[in-house]
């Protein structure tokens, strides 16, 4: 098949689970064209996507001049596929507020849509596949009109969560509409008019050729704890520093180092030094993804404990927790959102509730003395993802959806 990718940001540092996916595809032997709306603000910089960076095209980053004629192309070629586009963008505009900002958002992409649409059209595209349910996806319904080329959505999180803006048109105009867990299809049913049908599961997967599993899991002196994640509020980096001011008067042997970056990096290295953990933890940034596989390795526990920010937003299922789970390093997140569907409590890893350090200390602690229930963890955590999240797996699945969808367009 010959396909096109749209994602907000591609090849971005944060969203490692894009450009895996289209180069799983393009192994599976597809074409795949890759668009983004922005040019990356952290891209991802390892050599192996080289090839894949030198071939996406940067929506927004066209000069108006180009994308206008696009639009005159279109008209002249397509006048009923055109006409039909902009007065369903039109009506969405109504039915959100016509004079809101969300219906000046609605048109400026629907401008920006038909240079995607020309593209599609001038590459002989038979599919078009968006990552995330909110900008890339208004761009891309209304590309799909204006060319007359079928579309599909993966949605992840703050996408349906927070920035759900007609997401119901969204699902009923897409070819499907999947999404990354169990808990988010029962959410998008429950809180959006959508034909369930529509809907399907697909998983951001890991490449298991790539994350392998460690020769020894015995423990670190001093035993190694780390997370990885966008310093943001959801991410609960703040829980994971409380915890181990409570861990320290229990277990002192350990050291911890946080890396990624973001606007909470000074308030979180406050609370470090508010807790006499400076000796203790360690900022290391943003890490390449290459870096990240030997990063998640080399450590005895991977601490993500997850929550739901003041504006609603939380995560999926972090693709970071898989990785660590297929190198044989133990897990500790949190009972939210679709992270049980990865890390099962005292099965695959150990789950504490949102926001409570109390939990969190008792569960690493807990993880460093019981080295038989690490053991265990460790083994199923490595079983669940090659069955359920190998990157291979969900590849195919994709290739199938793509391939029935064609059929009915």
Known sequence: MKLAYLAPEIPALSATFVYNEILALTELGHEIIPFSVHKPIMPATDQHLD?????????????????????????????????????????????????????????????????LAQDLLDNDIQHLHVHFAHVPTDIAMYASMLSGISFSVTAHANDIFERGLLL????????????????????????????PGKLEIIRCGVDSRVFTRKS?????????????????????????ISALAILQTQFSDFKVEIAGSGPLEEQLKQQVNQLELTDKVTFLGALPHDQVVKFVTGLDLFVLPCKKDKQGDMDGIPVVLMEAMMVGT????????????????????????????????????????????????????????????????????????????????
């Not at 006048?79 to 969300?102: E, G, T, W």
């Not at 048109?169 to 809180?191: C, L, M, P, W």
């Not at 423990?219 to 994971?240: A, F, M």
């Open 51 to 115: 090839e894949l960076r030198s071939k996406v095209i940067y929506l927004y980053a066209m000069s108006k001049k180009t994308v206008f004629f696009s639009h005159l192309k279109l008209l002249t070629k397509k006048p009923i596929h055109y006409i039909k586009a902009l007065s369903k963008c039109v009506k969405d505009m109504f039915q959100v507020n016509i004079l809101s900002r969300d219906a000046r958002g609605l048109l400026y992409r629907f401008f920006y849509a038909a240079k």
């Open 168 to 195: 119901d048109k969204k699902v009923e105009r897409s070819g499907f509409f999947a999404t990354i867990s169990d808990f988010n299809r029962h959410y998008i049913q429950q809180t959006y008019q959508v034909d």
């Open 216 to 240: 020894s899991i015995a423990l670190s002196d001093p035993v190694r704890i780390g997370v990885v994640g966008r310093l943001v509020e959801k991410k609960g980096i703040d829980t994971l």
């Open 330 to 409: 133990a897990v500790i997140s949190a009972k939210i959102s679709g992270i049980p569907e990865l890390v099962v409590n005292e099965q695959t890893g150990m789950l504490i509730e949102p926001d409570n350090s109390e939990q969190l200390a008792v569960a690493m602690l807990g993880l460093i003395k019981d080295e038989a229930l690490r053991t265990t963890l460790i083994s199923n955590a490595e079983k669940k993802v090659q069955q359920e999240f190998a990157q291979d797996i969900n590849a195919r699945r994709l290739q199938t959806l793509f391939t029935e969808t064609i059929g009915r367009f």
